[in-house]
Nanobody, 128 residues
Framework: QVQLVESGGGSVQAGGSLRLSCVGS????????MGWFRQAPGKEREGVAV????????YYADSVKGRFTISQDNAKNTVYLQMNSLKPEDTAMYYC?????????????????????WGQGTQVTVSS
C-alpha cells in the first residue's frame, strides 16, 4: 500500500524559506513522478513542481521558477521542496503526489488528475 507523508510546513514571513519533505513507502519502483501541488482556500489546486525520479528531470510552475527547487533522495524514497523568497500568495496547503512506476512523459506539473497517490498535506502560511 503506497503512502506519502509530508512534513516541513509552517508559518514564515515574506522573504523567508521552508523545506518540505515527502516520504514514500509501500513501493520499490525507482522511476516515479513525484510532485508537489498546492491549494489555497477558495482556489483550485495547482501544480508547483514535479520530479521524475528515474533521471531527475524537473518541471516547475511559472509562479515558482527561480524560487523553489524540487529534489529527491531515491535511497530514502524522499522528495524535497526547497522554497525560498516566499510570498504571501504561496500560502496554501501543500500536497505530495505520485505516479509510481511510470515513464517520464507522464510527469506534468500542469494537471493533477493523473496522480493516483496523495499525501494528507502540510500547511504553509506566509505573512507579509
Amino acid at each position: 500500500q503506497v503512502q506519502l507523508v509530508e512534513s516541513g510546513g509552517g508559518s514564515v514571513q515574506a522573504g523567508g524559506s521552508l523545506r518540505l519533505s515527502c516520504v514514500g513507502s509501500g513501493y520499490t519502483h525507482s522511476s516515479n513522478c513525484m510532485g508537489w501541488f498546492r491549494q489555497a482556500p477558495g482556489k483550485e489546486r495547482e501544480g508547483v513542481a514535479v520530479i521524475y525520479t528515474g533521471d531527475d528531470n524537473t518541471y516547475y510552475a511559472d509562479s515558482v521558477k527561480g524560487r523553489f527547487t524540487i529534489s529527491q533522495d531515491n535511497a530514502k524514497n524522499t522528495v524535497y521542496l526547497q522554497m525560498n523568497s516566499l510570498k504571501p500568495e504561496d500560502t496554501a496547503m501543500y500536497y505530495c503526489a505520485a505516479v509510481i512506476g511510470t515513464w517520464r512523459t507522464v510527469c506534468t506539473v500542469s494537471a493533477s488528475g493523473g496522480y493516483n497517490y496523495w499525501g494528507q498535506g502540510t500547511q504553509v502560511t506566509v505573512s507579509s
